[in-house]
């Protein structure tokens, strides 16, 4: 079974301050995401690395970067977070060319 | 235009019923098409993906009509255990990326 694990379930923070978000899998997938979900929006894809090192905007980028030093680890950097910025967060990899991609059980960031 | 759009629902409907979805894409190079199905509070999971044939899974039948562009999703027998949300997916032509529609919400009543 595909596990992705990311590293907090529920997250508070002030205005301003960096976040950091993991996530993890185990399954050797080139591929890793990151969504922010909101009511009525659906998931938007914020980034996605296709390889260790590489990455590439997704469709709202602005407010964070990404880091992905190893295959199995994608983290989410909220630079200087912002109360906008209060969504639930979603990994997710998959395999290059297979377009199924397997969510982690996300984050529910609230910026206060 | 949305690229994936679905009836957000809900879509109240009693055990033993049958219940079918539609969506619909604007691309038509889009080569790979799903259903997950989300409960409320939890991740995406993949239900099934949708082949051209049409594929069967138990309960479930999903259908794609190229022509059309949309896809559909038909559950027979409704159990309780199906509520959920139900999101329409599609491939972002010749990438690894995937477009979500907004879902579908499915309530199941006794």
């Known amino acids: 079974d595909v596990k992705v694990t990311q590293s907090s379930r529920y997250l508070v923070k002030r205005t301003g301050e960096k976040v950091f978000l993991e996530c993890v899998q185990d399954?050797?997938?080139?591929?890793m995401f990151w969504y922010r979900q909101d009511p009525g929006l659906g998931l938007r894809l914020i980034y996605f690395?296709?390889?260790?090192?590489?990455?590439e905007k997704g469709d709202i980028p602005e407010g964070y970067s990404v880091s992905r030093e190893k295959k199995e680890r994608f983290s989410l950097i909220l630079e200087s977070a912002s109360t906008n910025q209060t969504s639930m967060y979603l990994c997710?990899?998959?395999?290059?060319?297979?377009?199924?991609?397997?969510f982690g059980p996300g984050t529910r960031l609230l910026v206060l | 235009r949305k690229e994936v759009e679905q009836d957000p629902g809900p879509f109240n409907v009693p055990e033993g019923a049958t219940v079918a979805f539609n969506c619909t894409y604007s691309?038509?190079?889009?080569?790979?098409f799903f259903w997950y199905r989300q409960d409320c509070r939890k991740e995406p999971k993949l239900l099934m993906s949708?082949?051209?044939s049409g594929n069967e899974d138990g309960r479930f039948t999903a259908q794609l009509n190229r022509a059309s562009q949309y896809i559909s999703l038909l559950i027979r027998d409704s159990k309780l255990s199906d509520s959920a949300t139900y999101l329409c997916?599609?491939?972002?032509?010749?990438?690894?990326?995937?477009?979500f529609g907004t879902g579908t919400r499915l309530q199941v009543f006794p």
């Open positions: 399954m050797d997938h080139e591929n």
């Open positions: 997916v599609v491939n972002s032509y010749n990438t690894d990326k995937l477009i």
């Open positions: 997710a990899s998959s395999l290059s060319g297979i377009g199924t991609q397997y």
């Open positions: 690395s296709y390889d260790v090192k590489m990455k």
């Open positions: 949708v082949y051209s």
């Open positions: 691309n038509s190079a889009s080569q790979s």
